[in-house]
Structure formats: structure tokens, C-alpha cells
Nanobody, 123 residues
Framework: QVQLVESGGGLVQAGGSLRLTCRASVRTEKTYAVAWARQAPDKEREFVAGLGWSADDTHYTDSVKGRFAIVRDNANTVSLQLNSLRPEDTAIYYC?????????????????WGQGTLVTVSS
């Protein structure tokens, strides 16, 4: 059973940056597709970014394109760089994985999740 641990959340002013990290208990490189999703209060969990098996196989929801970047740091760790943050980016951010190379934009298609890390952006 894969275990995921997110870190890096916090409070930041609008326009600022954060780097979220997802560390897996097993190798995810060339094994799992990795995604970040977020859930704001009273909203559905939404896909934010995903990474397949190659470094250029990245996917983003429209609202974060050009501001967020998903990257693999090593065989077990994937990070999400958050730049130009906006108050509407405030949410709990979750890391998730699914076996195989395919990145799905349906957040609920991922079967293993971390506990989440809170990002709060003040205006």
C-alpha cells in the first residue's frame, strides 16, 4: 500500500509563492501517475496538476496554467511549485497516485491520497 505525505503548505500573500512536496513510501517514477488536487471549503475536490511517466507529460487545469508547475524531484517525490498565488487558490492541497502512466483529470479516479496540506492566500 502506497503512503503519501504532503508538506509545504502555509499562509502567503497574494502574488507570493509556495512549493508543495509529495513524498511516497514507494517509487512512483515509471510506476504511477501522480496528481495534485485541491478542495476549498464547500467545494468539490478538483484536479490541479498531473505528471505522467515522462517529465514533459504534464497536465494542468486552466486556472493554474502558467502559474503552477509539477515536477519530479526524485524517484519517490513530486513537487508542485505555486507562483503568482491568488486568494481563490486557497484550499487543502492533496497528492494522489494511480497505477500506470495515464494522468486522469477526474480527481476521484485516483485511489491513493495523502492527508493534505493547507494553502491560504491572503489578499
Amino acid at each position: 500500500q502506497v503512503q503519501l505525505v504532503e508538506s509545504g503548505g502555509g499562509l502567503v500573500q497574494a502574488g507570493g509563492s509556495l512549493r508543495l512536496t509529495c513524498r511516497a513510501s514507494v517509487r512512483t517514477e515509471k510506476t504511477y501517475a501522480v496528481a495534485w488536487a485541491r478542495q476549498a471549503p464547500d467545494k468539490e475536490r478538483e484536479f490541479v496538476a498531473g505528471l505522467g511517466w515522462s517529465a514533459d507529460d504534464t497536465h494542468y487545469t486552466d486556472s493554474v496554467k502558467g502559474r503552477f508547475a509539477i515536477v519530479r524531484d526524485n524517484a519517490n517525490t513530486v513537487s508542485l511549485q505555486l507562483n503568482s498565488l491568488r486568494p481563490e487558490d486557497t484550499a487543502i492541497y492533496y497528492c494522489a497516485v494511480r497505477r500506470g502512466a495515464l494522468v486522469r483529470r477526474d480527481a476521484y479516479s485516483y485511489n491513493t491520497w495523502g492527508q493534505g496540506t493547507l494553502v491560504t492566500v491572503s489578499s
